[in-house]
């Protein structure tokens, strides 16, 4: 759920009039989201997404996003695209926050994808890939390798009580993956967060990719075990071979892998299992007694890094060797 | 925020078929409401609100209220409108809950309405009661003058811990309220609940009146002072006559009141602002340690009470003697 901040219609009239939409119409805030306050906004012209960052966000990294998102669309990628003041500005301000209104994109996030969804997000992850390459600015990310021992050191304390043994298993990923990690793959502009519900489908169809606010500078290949990890795990946590494939698969037909992307994929795959892992963890842990929000089970993907090790060749995702 | 249960898109889909609107193309959970799970869908045709009914509605009121927002829009009353299905119901089902789908109505509430907007809602108030006047069904006021003693029962042990002295001011009320409630006004359907939040304006014109669930079958007089009261006090709690008459008036233009109704107007006015004293203390009291929703001030409604206790005539709300 997420509406954080409240706006009167006489603010959101005013926010309204800097962009050449028209009149307003109606707005509903959005139960969608976890990080800032959104808006549906109906104005003469057409509906609009207003996006208030709340303390979560980073104001420094607004230009990236919304930068980003300008220059994707231009490229051709569905995604939603800045609204341009009349002063050529595309970030604002609303209620005290930083605000910027997208365009609405039609379509709806797969509760259950198929491998006809996963499919469907490769060819949508390797077109991000393409039109991101000569995207000028970089954002370093920040929830990389360098980032996980500080981060764990705020959990590692209490990891036990989540699992016992979890903090001696997570210690021994953690100085495998600074050891092996992989340097110098093929990178750019990755989305970073690429689960189910920030793409968009009509029926089987992509229709769009959201949600641009972990994108970052990284190894492609990274991105993509991200969405291995987040698309191709059944709920019982078995893995869907099939779903790889098609992933893997649609991705190269727009953008072939090279071969040193391809033998890193365990070891990112470990990689992005841990991050998650450890994000996880850590709200896990911090959730105040009698919170209203569950907070997402780090296990499931401690179970998916455990797949990973146990990973030899990357046939075992699908991959012919 | 109002969404509380989640739909998967194929369920979503499979409900949209049983109407004529052509396909989904989207939709977003909507953080409004506190009885029900509302959605905007986007389907090939328009824009509708889709509300799943959760358990605090009853089911068997569903009729009354769908076939009188038909009934009220089929008479011109700017209102969210029924979808009928091509089985010609208007009431389905969907993720085990009643469900039905309204025309999406344009416009804002008004959190800080003006002279004008009092106006506005006065002449859509009584056009709401010209409309109502033939709709055949009726429903029993459920928080009218009898239900408020046993309500009251619930909470009476502990509401001076809310306010010293409380339990007797409102024991005090109830006795005279009691004895002198008025019966035999000219009455019909009634929204009951048309709060600033229920009430869409484009501007400074009424666009609409929405959320019908609490409409019942009660005096007309009665309706216009749960107005008096929501809208016509200043966030100080003073009383701004100027709002009152401009409320009254615009009534008065579309249906004028009669003598008996006049009469009755203070009398009214506190059991007006004794129903929602009522209703806000339970709310108060029963709210668990630590809940994420604040409860309304019960107390906004003891000062409107006492305000109106001090009425004697009612040039106190603007109206010539």
């Given at each position: 759920?997420?509406?954080?901040?409240?706006?009167?219609?006489?603010?959101?009239?005013?926010?309204?009039?800097?962009?050449?939409?028209?009149?307003?119409?109606?707005?509903?805030?959005?139960?969608?989201?976890?990080?800032?306050?959104?808006?549906?906004?109906?104005?003469?012209?057409?509906?609009?997404?207003?996006?208030?960052?709340?303390?979560?966000?980073?104001?420094?990294?607004?230009?990236?996003?919304?930068?980003?998102?300008?220059?994707?669309?231009?490229?051709?990628?569905?995604?939603?695209?800045?609204?341009?003041?009349?002063?050529?500005?595309?970030?604002?301000?609303?209620?005290?926050?930083?605000?910027?209104?997208?365009?609405?994109?039609?379509?709806?996030?797969?509760?259950?994808?198929?491998?006809?969804?996963?499919?469907?997000?490769?060819?949508?992850?390797?077109?991000?890939?393409?039109?991101?390459?000569?995207?000028?600015?970089?954002?370093?990310?920040?929830?990389?390798?360098?980032?996980w021992r500080p981060l764990f050191s705020q959990s590692a304390a209490r990891a036990d009580e989540v699992k016992p043994g979890l903090r001696a298993t997570i210690e021994q990923a953690l100085?495998?993956?600074?050891?092996?990690?992989?340097?110098?793959?093929?990178?750019?502009?990755?989305?970073?967060?690429?689960?189910?519900?920030?793409?968009?489908?009509?029926?089987?169809?992509?229709?769009?990719?959201?949600?641009?606010?972990?994108?970052?500078?990284?190894?492609?290949?990274?991105?993509?075990?991200?969405?291995?990890?987040?698309?191709?795990?059944?709920?019982?946590?078995?893995?869907?071979?099939?779903?790889?494939?098609?992933?893997?698969?649609?991705?190269?037909?727009?953008?072939?892998?090279?071969?040193?992307?391809?033998?890193?994929?365990?070891?990112?795959?470990?990689?992005?299992a841990l991050?998650f892992l450890l994000t996880r963890l850590h709200d896990w842990l911090s959730v105040p007694e009698g919170a209203?929000v569950t907070p997402k089970d780090p296990l499931e993907y401690l179970k998916k890094l455990q797949?990973?090790?146990?990973?030899?060749?990357?046939?075992?995702?699908?991959?012919?060797?």
């Open positions: 759920m997420a509406v954080y901040t409240e706006v009167t219609d006489e603010e959101l009239s005013a926010f309204i009039a800097q962009y050449d939409v028209g009149q307003l119409l109606s707005y509903k805030g959005i139960a969608e989201g976890v990080e800032n306050s959104n808006f549906l906004v109906h104005t003469e012209k057409a509906y609009f997404i207003l996006t208030l960052y709340e303390k979560r966000v980073n104001r420094d990294d607004l230009p990236f996003f919304l930068n980003l998102m300008q220059h994707l669309a231009a490229k051709g990628l569905s995604c939603p695209t800045p609204v341009v003041m009349k002063t050529g500005a595309t970030l604002g301000e609303l209620a005290g926050r930083p605000a910027a209104m997208v365009t609405f994109l039609e379509g709806m996030w797969v509760k259950r994808p198929k491998p006809v969804h996963c499919s469907g997000l490769g060819g949508g992850l390797a077109a991000l890939h393409v039109a991101g390459a000569d995207f000028a600015m970089t954002r370093r990310n920040s929830l990389s390798v360098a980032s100085d495998q993956l600074e050891a092996d990690w992989p340097q110098d793959l093929p990178g750019g502009v990755i989305h970073a967060d690429l689960f189910p519900d920030n793409v968009f489908f009509l029926g089987d169809r992509l229709s769009g990719l959201i949600d641009f606010y972990f994108a970052c500078t990284d190894s492609f290949a990274y991105d993509l075990v991200i969405c291995l990890n987040a698309w191709c795990f059944e709920p019982d946590q078995s893995f869907n071979v099939t779903k790889a494939q098609a992933l893997l698969d649609a991705y190269q037909k727009v953008r072939p892998l090279e071969p040193a992307e391809i033998a890193a994929l365990p070891v990112l795959a470990r990689g992005a991050r209203l797949f990973h090790q146990d990973v030899d060749t990357v046939s075992a995702y699908g991959l012919a060797l």
